[in-house]
């Protein structure tokens, strides 16, 4: 097969910090820097056009057009130095002119660019350490001058020439503001004077006056480089328009709750210091941006020269995002007018595009204005997932900036968009394009994809899923956890199997066609395939040195192709590698393979893309295509073969389009897109009831028009009839003087034509005065003319000889050559023979060697022959298998034709009697223009008597809306107010239940405390006894030590028996008083035996009464505390009711002004003299103002009433609180 070309149809994304990033090349077509090239974007139609960078380029750092936006000059960096590309703008596809790359241009990048007037020359800036000046000749590709600029400081920031002189150039940086006079060499015409400063951006509004802008917020105005005027500008806030919108008050307050997400405080951004990012001029003036999100409108005042502030333009708040505000903190970094004037193109630091439509200061009344998206919101970072589905022509993609978005790649619109709180990873489509599934850092969320928003339908416990992806039928799902593969039901979200083996992070999944088969990919060099039936590996290829980042099916599942850090794209097959196809210097990062399996498409970390045959060769036979100014991060071509979808690192989105090698478009499967679409059941009841609102609105106008137009009517015939009567005699006048004026003219015709015969007798005596000299000087020329003719026939005849003489030189000459080369052909010749004789012998041993050959390949051939006869006849039969399909498709075609033919007449006949109704209409409003202007000429004297009526009509008409609204309004609040009742009374039964709790909490520790008043009774009681027997111990033991010394004594009388006896009796009387000794020693023992049992078992009881009293401690200041909590809920609650009944009670001080108002220019139209044609009107509408202000009176109380129900239930929540902080102290 032939290989397929690819061309980018549709490209999403911008490239920010591009200096001059946006420009007009016509009215309706913007030229902008995306991935690593130039778009063309028509604003009406839609269509895109790139214009592809150089070779090996990282993005466009600078653009220029020129003055005649012909040309386009483009800077980019290739391997670390500065090319310069001059691009033919008039063409379909822009054609590269001129690479201009200088070896004495010793720089690493160029800042800026610009074009002369003429477009002959290019200025370029180059940042730092060079910081050159320089000027091309790029038509030649000549560098004519170059300049390097002392103090640079940070480097230059902008070249310009200026727009009428092409001599004149103009750069600006840190500390430095330079004119510059471009004569064969670069010489400076200005010298700085006063204080430095860094200007950032620059642009002449004249041809010597050049307006600059600071870090600071200056703005400073130059005329032939001195400064004429000064004005320094202030950080500017958002209105309050932005700020207190309540639709985004809603949003926030809805998110806050379910996400718990905290609002930033403006105190930073007030602090901040202006900063001028961006200079444009256009005929009336200027537009600059001194702070993020606004841009400033300066028109030149009549009296001075001086510029004065008109308009404040800013970007729109996105209701799609987290926080709309942050909309609002976009730097604008390019601002560009369209040659008409009529719009305007800013671009931001966050990859967006805006517009705005310019229209006088006289026709806006309001100071404030804002911006519209160019197309549509584009991603600000780097793409981490992309899939589409077969149902539908649509892309989902997610990105680190957090949002998720539906693109449709046929219409190149943006369909949903959504920011989430969390980080993206992956993104997966269902087949039908109703679902999707989202990875985020905290879960995985299956949404549904609604008319306008994205509904999260079921969460799943996955953390950090980095690839996910739905089967091809679309009942299953896979999400990778880690190393783990787990398989969902998509439709009753159980999770069926876990795949399990890898060791690394898996990087890939796919799914085959038939979704019986499953493959994955990790980072230490494996590639599985799973059998989902048994959920066991089927095949494996392991390579531990390659961490594979991509990998894509075949259709039939037979063979993979994986991508990885090796530089290589491998073919893998029965568990092996079949064939390796090497980078060529990069890394290929992402792989897809078409449906029909026969061609490959490669992106690599250069950001282009590599369209290959099938089967792979080794040879470097592919097509490059430069596309992306970072790293390819997915790829994904389209079920019908005719879209590849590339997404990147740089934010940009590629939609290329399949061709075959002839140009023209593939032909795959004809997919029917579907057009059903999800949407909410409250979605529908509000719109539904909203439109009910609506036709009851214009039925109520509708009748209050008719009734109005017809005493128009009324008062316009009888005004009709005074002004016919008028102008029948101001007719009649008017022809008396068409007759006066006939006669004058007739006698001035008869005085012209007097005067017309004299002049033509005149005339023609003139004419033969000058035929007579002509003739004279004529005859002079003749004689003049003969003696030249006598001079050129002598010269002739010198010339010929002259040529004879050079003939017969080159004769001789001729002769002579002849004889010498003559010579030389004969030795010559002798040497061909002999070359000849060389030739005949290596011709016989060539003749040998090719018989040996041809029957060596014979026997190859019949070999090869059997082999591809077989292949024919299962290719035969396989043939007229498909034959048989395809008379059933031609039968189906045929009838699907007919039937197109029918409807295309239908669709004639239908236009026929369009065109016929057109000329109807067409007819009708010419008879209604001509009315329309005979209305206008007798509506001009009316006009100033109906003034004053329709004044008050109008404001009779505002009041009565604005009593509607006021009513909508009322009714809201008391749903509101309602709601909010009987949440208060269920938090006051919650309040109620907790102070029983309390009160239970203070009896259980009164108890606690008495117990444990008894049981320290208890132990001191048990000390004292502790104490009585030691000091009976201590008696004992001196009795011991006494008995002990007694009995020593008497051992000293044992050879005496006498004194031995008396001693012994002694010791008797002495120590044994009583008989029962031997018994209280034993009763002592017991009762020691007792007493340390009770006080062990004290000693427990203490430590269960501690750790039971610690919990009920704890358990008590929970509760406490959420008392407190829900007690400081219900107040803030309460005074947000309260500032919503003040702002009601304004409205109505409103109203009774505006009734007041009304009441007294009634009074005054009363005595007027014209009463008398509007007393039937002032009669119909007595009653409806006697019924506003009776309902003005009931609303009235009805809000007094619920002020005294609301402060009631003020002072009764504050009670509960108070007495909760007093024992809070206690």
């Known amino acids: 097969m032939a290989a397929a070309a690819v061309l980018p149809v549709a490209v999403f994304g911008c490239r920010p910090r591009v200096a001059g990033g946006v420009c007009f090349l016509e009215e309706q077509v913007v030229l902008h820097a995306a991935g690593a090239g130039c778009l063309r974007l028509h604003l009406e ?713 004299e002049l033509m007798n005149k005339q023609a005596r003139e004419v033969q005065q000058i035929e007579s000299e002509s003739s004279q000087k004529l005859s002079v020329e003749n004689e003049k003319y003969q003696e030249l003719e006598v001079k050129s026939q002598r010269m002739q005849e010198a010339y010929e000889r002259q040529l004879q003489n050079l003939e017969e030189s080159k004769s001789t000459a001729l002769k002579e050559l002849r004889e010498q080369y003559e010579e030389k052909l004969k030795e010559k010749s002798v040497l061909l023979e002999e070359a000849k004789e060389n030739m005949r012998k290596q011709l016989q041993a060539h003749q040998e060697m090719e018989k040996q050959i041809y029957e060596d390949g014979d026997q190859e051939i019949s070999e090869i022959k059997t082999k591809y006869e077989k292949q024919l006849l299962k290719e035969k039969e396989s043939n007229t298998q498909l034959r048989g399909e395809i008379g059933v498709m031609n039968k189906r075609l045929n009838s699907l034709q007919k039937e197109l033919e029918n409807r295309n007449r239908d669709i004639e006949e239908m236009r026929l009697e369009q065109q016929k109704l057109q000329g109807i209409i067409k007819a009708l409003e010419k008879d209604i223009l001509a009315l329309k202007t005979e209305i206008k000429e007798r509506s001009d004297t009316v006009l100033d008597k109906e003034k004053h009526i329709y004044d008050l009509k109008m404001k009779n008409q505002e009041l009565q809306n604005f009593k509607f609204v006021l009513s909508y309004k009322i009714e809201d609040f008391k749903k509101q107010i309602e709601s909010r009742e009987n949440d208060i009374k269920t938090m006051k039964g919650q309040i109620h239940e907790m102070e029983e709790e309390l009160e239970r909490f203070h009896k259980e520790s009164t108890d606690l405390k008495l117990n444990i008043t008894q049981l320290q009774q208890k132990l001191k009681a048990s000390y004292h006894e502790m104490h009585r027997e030691r000091q009976k111990k201590q008696d004992m033991e001196t009795l011991i030590k006494r008995f002990k010394t007694d009995l020593h004594n008497c051992v000293g009388f044992i050879p005496d028996s006498r004194k031995m006896k008396a001693g012994i009796r002694e010791l008797y009387t002495k120590y044994v008083q009583e008989s029962d000794m031997v018994e209280a020693e034993e009763v002592d023992t017991d009762l020691q035996k007792q007493y340390m049992k009770q006080q062990e078992y004290h000693e427990r009881n203490l430590a269960v009464l501690k750790k039971k009293m610690m919990k009920d401690q704890e358990m008590h200041q929970a509760a406490y505390m959420r008392i407190v909590q829900e007690n400081v809920s219900l107040i803030k609650e309460i005074n947000d009711l309260r500032q919503e009944l003040k702002v009601a009670n304004t409205q109505l001080q409103d109203l009774r002004a505006s009734l007041r108002l009304k009441k007294k220019k009634k009074a005054i139209q009363d005595t007027a003299s014209s009463s008398d044609l509007l007393s039937s009107p002032a009669i119909l509408r007595l009653n409806p103002e006697m019924e506003s202000e009776k309902i003005i009176e009931m609303q009235q109380l009805e809000i007094q009433y619920l002020r005294d129900q609301i402060q009631e239930k003020g002072q009764v929540l504050n009670c509960p609180s108070s007495v909760s902080f007093s024992q809070k102290s206690s």
């Open 45 to 757: 139609h839609k269509w895109h056009n790139f214009i592809p960078g150089t070779e090996k380029s990282r993005g466009v750092q600078a653009l220029a057009v020129s003055p005649d936006r012909r040309f386009l000059a483009v800077s980019e960096t290739v391997s670390e130095q500065p090319v310069l590309a001059v691009y033919e703008l008039s063409a379909e596809r822009a054609r590269r002119r001129r690479a201009l790359v200088a070896a004495e241009l010793p720089a690493r990048q160029v800042v800026s660019l610009a074009f002369s007037p003429n477009s002959r020359y290019l200025a370029t800036a180059t940042a730092l350490p060079e910081a050159l000046l320089t000027c091309w000749l790029w038509e030649k590709r000549q560098l004519t001058a170059a300049l390097r600029l002392q103090d640079p400081g940070s480097g230059p920031c902008q070249v310009s020439f200026s727009p009428q002189d092409n001599t004149q150039v103009c750069i600006t940086g840190n500390g430095f503001f330079k004119l510059f006079k471009f004569e064969g060499t670069l010489k400076q015409m200005n010298l700085q004077k006063g204080e430095t400063e860094n200007y950032l951006c620059h642009a002449w509004l004249s041809k010597e006056k050049v307006i600059c802008g600071t870090d600071t917020g200056k703005l400073r105005l130059f005329e032939t480089g001195e400064l004429h005027w000064e004005t320094s500008l202030e950080y500017r806030t958002p209105p309050r328009e932005l700020e207190e919108d309540p639709a985004t008050k809603e949003y926030k307050r809805s998110f806050d709750v379910s996400c718990g997400v905290a609002s930033e405080d403006n105190g930073t951004q007030r602090d901040s210091l202006p900063q001028i990012s961006a200079l444009a001029a256009y005929s009336k003036g200027f537009a600059c941006s001194p702070s993020p999100g606004v841009v400033l409108l300066f028109e030149k005042t009549k009296e001075n020269e001086d510029y004065e502030e008109g308009q404040e333009i800013w970007l729109p708040q996105d209701l799609f995002r987290i926080e709309p505000k942050d909309s609002d903190r976009q730097d604008v970094t390019c601002i560009c007018f369209s040659p008409s004037e009529e719009t305007m193109v800013i671009s931001t630091n966050k990859n967006q595009l805006y517009m705005f439509t310019m229209v006088s200061n006289k026709l806006i009344k309001e100071k404030t204005s804002y911006f519209a998206y160019l197309n549509f919101p584009l991603h600000s970072d780097s793409i981490t997932g992309l899939d589409m589905c077969i149902w539908k022509p649509i892309l989902a993609t997610c990105s680190l900036d957090r949002s998720v978005r539906i693109w449709n790649y046929k219409t190149n619109t943006l369909e949903l968009c959504k920011e989430y709180p969390e980080e993206a990873y992956t993104v997966s489509l269902h087949p039908t394009g109703l679902f999707c599934l989202v990875g985020f850092s905290d879960k995985l969320r299956f949404i549904s994809l609604l008319y306008e928003d994205m509904h999260v339908f079921k969460e799943f416990a996955v953390r950090k899923c980095r690839e996910c992806s739905f089967s091809n039928g679309g009942h299953l799902f896979a999400a990778v956890d880690g190393n783990e593969i787990q398989i969902y039901s998509s439709i009753t979200f159980d999770n069926i199997s876990n795949l399990k083996g890898h060791s690394g992070k898996i990087h890939a999944i796919k799914w085959s066609a038939d979704d019986a088969k499953f493959v994955s990919c990790d980072t230490h060099g494996a590639v599985y395939q799973w059998n989902l039936l048994t959920g066991q590996k089927e095949s494996e290829c392991v390579l531990k040195t390659c961490i594979y980042s991509s990998i894509s099916l075949s259709s039939d599942a037979k063979i993979i192709f994986a991508v990885g850090s090796d530089q290589t794209l491998k073919e893998i097959s029965e568990s092996l590698i079949q064939h390796e196809v090497p980078a060529y210097g990069t890394v290929y990062t992402a792989v897809a393979v078409s449906h029909s399996g026969r061609m490959v498409y490669v992106g690599t970390s250069l950001g282009t893309i590599r369209a290959m045959k099938y089967p792979l060769t080794l040879t470097r036979d592919f097509k490059e295509y430069q596309a992306h100014a970072g790293t390819v991060t997915k790829m994904s071509v389209t079920s019908d073969d005719q879209f590849l979808l590339t997404a990147s690192e740089d934010g940009c989105i590629f939609i290329w389009k399949v061709y075959d090698k002839e140009g023209g478009v593939l032909k795959g499967k004809e997919v029917q897109c579907s057009e059903e679409v999800l949407i909410m059941r409250s979605d529908i009841e509000e719109k539904s009831q909203a439109i009910l609102d609506l036709q009851i609105c214009v039925k109520d106008l509708q009748t209050e028009s008719d009734y109005e137009l017809h005493l128009k009517d009324m008062y316009c015939t009888g005004k009709i009839k005074a002004l016919e009567e008028s102008f029948t005699q101001e007719i009649d006048s008017l022809k008396a003087k068409h007759q006066i004026l006939q006669a004058e003219k007739e006698k001035q015709e008869l005085q012209h034509q007097h005067q017309l015969s």
